[in-house]
């Protein structure tokens, strides 16, 4: 090897190394900034009571319910959807350009900046079907932003289940459906399981759409109430204290929140993944 290749691997070296340094100083600046300037300013009065002007006092535990309900809300639709159209698209469609066609849709459709959904969701659903600015308009407008992820993570675990296991079931007699269902969604429900909380992350960390379709209220409703009406998730709640009302101390305090709750989501969904691939290699 000559002298010239050599510097040539040793600068690559050198430069990838200095990009994964970069990245991780910046991650770790990012999150411990953010956990500094804001876990100070948790307080158990902040999470577990609702705003009151009169009483001249800040709760954010209204923005907590609605986070929770329009989780639950949009995956009790995504899942279905996502899940079912990708056991069709793997394993049941035959024409190959119309599966082309749709995972290519649902590639675009991953890129389409949230705001755009945003503003879908309110001429569709808050105008168009009548629900107004309500967390289900907003929930809607969700599952159509995580179908796409649902749909194509769900498609790449169908995939690495091997045929030879489908053709196993099938020359005990078993139906296409009944190898789907004990055969073919066992060996991968890893993968469905960690997609599907890869998009709780996303719905947690969204805004822009949900300015449009969910609002910015700070009621305290129940589950089936509080989907009919206007709420503010902890993201919404964040942009209104911080952009509207300058209450930085609270803003810090509902980001620390959002970023211990999206990486306890990342390592759930990093065990539930190594929980089943090492039951699967039992």
């Known amino acids: 090897m000559n002298r010239g290749r050599k510097c040539y691997i040793l600068g690559m070296k050198l430069l990838m190394w200095l990009s994964a340094g970069i990245t991780a100083a910046l991650t770790l600046f990012l999150l411990g900034y953010i956990l500094l300037k804001g876990i100070p300013y948790i307080t158990w009065e902040l999470l577990s009571t609702k705003p009151s002007y009169i009483a001249e006092r800040i709760g954010i535990l209204p923005d907590i319910l609605n986070t929770l309900y329009i989780i639950f809300a949009t995956l009790v639709f995504v899942i279905p959807l996502g899940v079912g159209a990708a056991i069709y698209l793997t394993e049941y469609a035959k024409n190959k350009r119309l599966v082309g066609m749709i995972e290519y849709a649902a590639e675009t459709l991953s890129g389409i900046p949230s705001i755009i959904y945003g503003l879908v969701g309110m001429l569709f659903f808050c105008t168009f079907l009548n629900l107004k600015t309500s967390l289900l308009a907003g929930a809607l407008t969700l599952v159509i ?87 503010s998730t902890l993201t919404v709640a964040l942009y209104v204290y911080a952009k509207e009302q300058g209450e930085f101390e609270i803003a810090f305090a509902i980001a620390a929140i959002l970023m211990i709750l999206t990486l306890l989501i990342n390592l759930a969904a990093a065990l539930i993944s190594r929980y089943f691939k090492k039951r699967r290699s039992l």
Request: with cysteine; aromatic share 6%; net charge positive.
């Open 145 to 231: 932003m995580n179908l796409p992820t649902v749909m194509r993570t769900t498609q790449e675990s169908l995939k690495t289940v091997p045929q030879s296991y489908r053709e196993g079931a099938f020359g005990l007699g078993a139906g296409k459906w009944r190898v789907i269902r004990t055969v073919v969604l066992p060996g991968c429900v890893d993968g469905v399981i960690t997609g599907c909380i890869l998009s709780v992350g996303r719905i947690l960390g969204e805004s822009a759409a949900l300015l449009f379709t969910a609002g910015i209220a700070h009621d305290l409703y129940g589950l089936f109430e509080g989907l009919s009406n206007s709420g």
